[in-house]
Structure formats: C-alpha cells, structure tokens
C-alpha cells in the first residue's frame, strides 16, 4: 500500500465558541513595523521545510520572488544561526538541526501534545487509523503538534509540523463551525484548499451547519481521495475551540459499528482534553 503525505461527558465538543482568533496582516497595523528582512527570513525556513531537500541560492530566490544578492545574505544569517545548514561541496542549503532544538522546546512544553498524545495512541492502536492532534495558528493554517507512528493499519505519514490552509480537511469544517467568520472570509480560506474531491462551498456550509449539532466533523474523501477523515473540537480555558483531535482511515476501512466507536472515542478524548487545558462548560 504506498504511503500517503497529508496531514465520558461529551457535552464539551458541542458548546460552539465564536472567539477564534482571525487571522492578522501585522503589516496592516500602524503599530507594528515590518521588518522585510525578518519576513524573508521566515519564508524562507518554511520554503526549504515544503520542498524537502537542499537548493541552491538562485533555485530558493526564484522560487520566493526575491533578489538572489538579498536570499544569500539572509540564508548566511540562518547558517549562523543554525537554523539552516549549507553544503559546500553542492553549494546548497537545508533546514539546520537548530530547528530541532526550538521544535523540542515547544513540543516539550505543549499542553495540547502532553495531554493528547496518549489519546491519540490508544484510538491509534484500538482502531488501526492515524490520530493526530492540531492547532489552528492564527495566520490561515492548521499546524499537526502530534501524530501517531506509522504502526496502523493505512500507513499514512502526518508529521508534526506539517501545515494545511485552514478549511482544509474535517478539522476545517470544525473551525468553520465553531468561529466567528462572514461567508466572505469562509469562501475566500474555502477557494485556498487543493481539494483532491470537492464538494462545491453550499454543499460544504450545509455539512457546516451539521458540525454545530453534532459536535463531530466528518470528510468523506474531499480533502484527499480515499481517506476518511474524523475530527473533534477541543476547547481551550477560554471556551476557544482552535484546537482539535482526529483520525484518518482508508476509506471503507471502517464498518458501521467501528466507525461509531471511532467518533465516540474521539468526543471522549477531546472532552477529557478540554477539562485538561481548563476547560468548565
């Protein structure tokens, strides 16, 4: 099977929140002064981290839209930094394992991964299904904080750190349904997915509209062909849900019974979740 590159009280995943921090242009703000450089500097570290493999100057500032003179300049910086690492011999560049020491800080100190992942194990290991949890980072995406090892049964590969746009998939669904967003703003994140099956927007708001009922999302092979995704809202100290838990099948892995199972088991864990990160409702 070839691998695929993605992503007790229940009472908790169905109390809608509509405080879900919108996402900012902070060059917008009179405030805030941009900083080019720094921006460069970031776009750059996501560019090398989609790609996947070492590129040359010339290949990255291309790829970016920026002066070639300006990317050496800034990948010099991440090279002393250690955030990223340069090649000598192929004159290239790769995220440095700097970036290592900044993602296990972060992790180590996650609430969200502490309390999740042990969850995530056992729907993992009960179901045969990929559990992941996520956050929603305020700036249009949804970022995996944890995931289970390909020890299921649909060799799914999610790591931690991989980004969707923010409509994407059952967790999408979820954000839609619990924040505080025009149907401007819905249309406009919805156009931004690479749906794989899409659905059409209508369709999609009305199966928003059901999120609300049930406290549970569901994508039935929109998102990526194949793969049945389910999805749970996990709910901050503030009653914000912009955290989620969930599970991806082959699709038709799961008979009736199990996939009843697989929801419940997933409202359980994000109940328990939320009451872990402060949550009362």
């Known amino acids: 099977m070839r691998n695929i590159v993605m992503p007790a009280n229940s009472d908790a995943t169905r109390r809608p929140s509509t405080r879900v921090a919108q996402p900012k242009d902070d060059a917008r703000s009179p405030s805030i002064r941009p900083v080019p450089a720094v921006k460069r500097g970031i776009e750059i570290l996501f560019h090398m981290a989609k790609v996947g493999e070492p590129h040359g100057v010339s290949r990255i500032a291309r790829d970016l839209g920026i002066l070639p003179s300006s990317c050496l300049h800034i990948l010099r910086e991440l090279v002393g930094g250690g955030l990223a690492q340069f090649d000598p011999l192929r004159k290239t560049y790769s995220l440095g394992l700097g970036l290592l020491t900044l993602s296990r800080a972060v992790h180590g100190k996650d609430a969200m991964v502490q309390l999740s992942q042990g969850h995530l194990e056992n729907i993992a290991r009960k179901f045969g299904v990929k559990a992941t949890a996520s956050v929603y980072d305020g700036q249009g995406h949804i970022v995996v904080v944890a995931s289970t090892q390909n020890d299921d049964d649909v060799h799914i590969h999610i790591p931690v750190g991989r980004r969707v746009p923010m409509l994407a998939s059952a967790t999408g669904r979820l954000l839609a349904a619990y924040g505080d967003w025009s149907a401007?703003?819905?249309?406009?994140?919805?156009?931004?997915?690479?749906?794989?099956?899409?659905?059409?927007?209508?369709?999609?708001?009305?199966?928003?509209?059901?999120?609300?009922?049930?406290?549970?999302?569901?994508?039935?092979?929109?998102?990526?062909?194949?793969?049945?995704?389910?999805?749970?809202?996990?709910?901050?100290?503030?009653?914000?849900?912009?955290?989620?838990i969930g599970a991806l099948a082959i699709t038709g892995q799961l008979n009736a019974r199990s996939r009843r199972e697989l929801t419940q088991s997933l409202k359980d864990a994000a109940a328990e979740i939320s009451r872990g990160l402060g949550f009362d409702g």
């Open 184 to 244: 401007t703003q819905l249309k406009e994140a919805f156009d931004k997915v690479h749906w794989q099956n899409s659905v059409g927007f209508r369709r999609w708001q009305a199966e928003v509209a059901q999120v609300r009922d049930s406290g549970m999302a569901f994508d039935e092979g929109c998102y990526r062909k194949g793969i049945t995704i389910i999805a749970a809202p996990v709910f901050g100290a503030d009653g914000v849900a912009d955290k989620f």
